[in-house]
């Protein structure tokens, strides 16, 4: 099986972290959940990147468990480039403009 490098671009913690604060004012161990679960789906694609199926840009979008959020990302090689954690109501592709 294969195993990929993770690299997550600094505007996709960024969109993880403005999630988490989000959550946070609701619901402190909602937030904690979903952090856990990020890092869940993280750790997962290094193993499991290629299960997902890419779009026609070549992206590809790994859906959080308990959460409509997505870690959307490419594979370039042996690597996953993750470009974003997108909730489904944000505009999509918006992080497709950074």
Do not use: N
């Not at 946070?24 to 993280?42: G, P, T």
């Not at 193993?47 to 840009?57: G, I, K, L, S």
């Not at 959020?69 to 505009?91: C, F, N, S, T, W």
């Amino acid at each position: 099986m294969a195993r990929y490098e993770i690299e997550v671009l600094p505007w996709a913690i960024d969109d993880a972290r403005e999630a988490y604060l989000h959550l946070l004012e609701r619901d402190e161990r909602l937030a904690d959940e979903f952090q856990r679960r990020v890092s869940e789906a993280l750790r997962a694609l290094a193993e499991t990147a290629h299960y997902y199926q890419a779009r026609e840009d070549s992206i590809r979008r790994c859906p959080l468990k308990k959460f409509p959020h997505g870690i959307m990302y490419e594979l370039q090689g042996d690597r996953v480039v993750v470009y974003a954690v997108a909730h489904p109501k944000r505009q999509p592709g918006f992080w497709k403009k950074r």
